[in-house]
């Protein structure tokens, strides 16, 4: 066997051992009561402790179970006279509310969330074992010879109206700890998803009703009669629920770990692109389950090929990530309170459909890429005729119109034999003449730089590089690349530039173009403030448009306070 069920053999053993001992005890010592049901309420505990440890060994709630069983059995062992451990027997009778607070609290995942789930829990620990603590260091031993004796350090302590008010405090401290264990479990409901209020149902139920009863246990004594025996009986009972639900939480988990089975049927027939969201849904029991699927860098997807988030932080939701053979294959979104065994078996069930899935919606992102890159093509068109225009109008069109009104005014001082005028009227218009060519070269090298067609991508970077206002290190070799790869490289490091000049706050930048293979590798850095958003703008978004439309890739980096820097990577035939 393993090391978790001799764990679990050994708290039943203990059980055992422990409950019939002390059943043993008290009934040689003729204590009134229900024998049978008292076994069965306190063995029940260390069943389920022994449960929770083999399925559930980093849970807290297996060692809580077995504790309360322990603590259970601590008031039959009391039934000995003068025992040298009658002290912590006590104390430990006196747990019991804190233990059993703490269990139900802490369901199902065994832990306390909330600094006032903690502070009543302690307060559930701290009270009742206090008062004991306190009422047995006062009580008067000569009065009750069965109880245990007064340190030896602590003479002057025996007070009996004192021992009283402790254990009176003791006795109707669930009068003040029941009402904030109801404020707990009520935020506890308020904030759990739906999920969650399922799973906790059934125990909440149980701990409302046991709570009740406990807190009328201090208006029962020998004189309530069938009264108080009822309350006592309801009590037991109530508390052997509380174990047991919990087995049934384990067991229902391996009910719901059947349903694989069924999903694993219906993966058996094609499934529609976008209906296998709907099958996980039904088969972890939750509707609100989404599937997001990687599509490179830190970009997700939906089924529809639409960004999706998987890492944000929803409210009551978990991330679950499925990998298949190290990289991510998916991940689910799904209700924290499901057991996360649950979502690995059914994850890894519908692993193919999964992958097939995310192909789909791979291609359903790029399909949507595309048309929002069309778009964006045909806006920047409709923006870059509106460019050349507007720089048509307010620059070479204005030279012209006034290199025209410059002609009419010579033709004019000509025959009016205003011959020394005319000179200077004509080198006017000269000067105007060249600028509006000088205006008209940068426009068309704005648009196709002519050093590109002639010379090369090596020396149009460099004329690039040259305008930039900080130091730029060129490293571009000599070697011409098709029209389109070198005219998307060109673009590339044009506008990388720019953003470096307008940016960056840069004190150094570099450029490298380089041929790998059938690739032409194409990076931008810079040592600037780094933090740019590519999505903010249209300049990166226009990159990307022409790198795609090459088939390359496009791949930017920009931590805050490390610089920036852009790659890109083409695919690079020989130029014909």
């Known amino acids: 066997m393993t090391r978790r069920r001799w764990a679990a053999l050994g708290v039943v053993v203990l059980g055992l051992g422990w409950g019939l001992g002390g ?14 049901l008292d076994f069965a309420t306190g063995f029940s505990f260390f069943l389920g402790g022994a449960v ?7 849970n807290r709630l297996g060692p809580l179970m077995v504790l309360n069983g322990v603590s259970w059995f601590c008031g039959n062992w009391m039934n000995i006279p003068n025992g040298w451990s009658l002290e912590f027997l006590h104390l430990g009778e006196a747990a019991a509310a804190g ?8 369901y199902p995942s065994g832990r306390l969330t909330t600094r006032f789930e903690r502070a009543v829990v302690l307060a559930a620990y701290v009270v009742p074992t206090g008062a004991m603590a306190l009422s047995l260091l006062t009580q008067d031993t000569s009065r009750c010879p ?3 004796a007064v340190p030896a350090a602590l003479p002057d302590l025996p007070d009996a109206a004192l021992a009283h008010r402790f254990f009176l405090v003791y006795d109707r401290s669930a009068w003040v700890l029941v009402p904030l264990f109801f404020a707990v479990l009520w935020l506890r409901w308020h904030r759990s998803s739906p999920a969650a209020r399922r799973d906790l149902a059934p125990l909440w139920a149980v701990a409302c009703i046991l709570v009740v009863v406990f807190s009328l246990s201090p208006f029962t004594s020998s004189e309530s009669g069938g009264f108080a025996y009822l309350i006592w009986e309801l009590n037991a009972v109530l508390n052997t629920a509380v174990p047991w639900i919990f087995v049934y939480g384990l067991l229902s988990t391996r009910l719901a770990q059947s349903a694989i089975g069924g999903l694993v049927v219906d993966l058996q027939s094609p499934v529609a692109p976008g209906q296998l969201r709907a099958l996980l849904a039904r088969t972890l029991a939750d509707p609100a ?3 997001a699927y990687p599509m490179g860098g830190d970009r997700w997807v939906d089924a529809d090929g639409r960004p999706a988030d998987p890492h944000a932080p929803y409210s009551g939701r978990r991330t679950t990530m499925v990998e298949r053979h190290g990289h991510p294959l998916a991940a689910l979104v799904h209700d924290v309170a499901l057991d996360p065994d649950l979502v690995r078996a059914t994850a890894a069930a519908a692993g193919m459909a999964l992958d097939n899935e995310r192909l789909h919606a791979e291609l359903r992102a790029q399909l949507e890429e595309v048309r929002a890159s069309r778009e964006r093509i045909v806006l920047a068109g409709d923006a870059e005729r509106r460019r050349v225009e507007r720089d048509l109008h307010d620059g070479a069109q204005q030279r012209l119109l006034a290199l025209s009104l410059a002609l009419r005014t ?3 001082q000509l025959g009016n034999g205003e011959q020394s005028l005319v000179a200077d009227t004509l080198e006017r218009t000269g ?3 060249a600028t509006a060519i000088d205006e008209l070269r940068e426009l068309a090298r704005g648009i196709h730089p002519t050093v590109l067609t002639d010379a090369g991508l090596g020396p149009a970077v460099a004329m690039v590089a040259g305008r930039v206002p900080v130091p730029v290190d060129v490293a571009v070799g000599d070697e011409r690349y098709p029209p389109p790869v070198e005219a998307t490289a060109y673009f590339v490091v044009s506008e990388a530039l720019a953003n470096v000049t307008k940016h960056s706050h840069a004190t150094h930048a570099g450029v490298a173009v380089a041929r790998v293979g059938d690739h032409l590798h194409v990076e931008v850095c810079d040592d600037g403030r780094g933090g740019a958003d590519p ?3 249209s300049g990166l978004a226009g990159l990307r448009d022409r790198v795609i439309a090459v088939g390359g890739t496009l791949s930017f980096e920009s931590e805050p306070g490390a610089g920036t820097v852009v790659r890109v990577d083409l695919p690079c035939q020989d130029a014909p």
Request: charged share 25%.
């Open 99 to 106: 233990l059993l607070a703490h269990l139900v609290v802490a």
């Open 146 to 148: 069965a109880c245990p």
């Open 52 to 58: 929770a440890v083999d399925r559930r060994p980093g």
């Open 289 to 291: 389950v989404q599937v």
């Open 535 to 537: 999505g903010r703008g």
């Open 410 to 412: 010579a033709r004019r």
């Open 431 to 433: 000067q105007e003449l």
């Open 23 to 36: 059943e043993a005890v008290s009934i040689a010592h003729h204590v009134d009561e229900n024998h049978l």
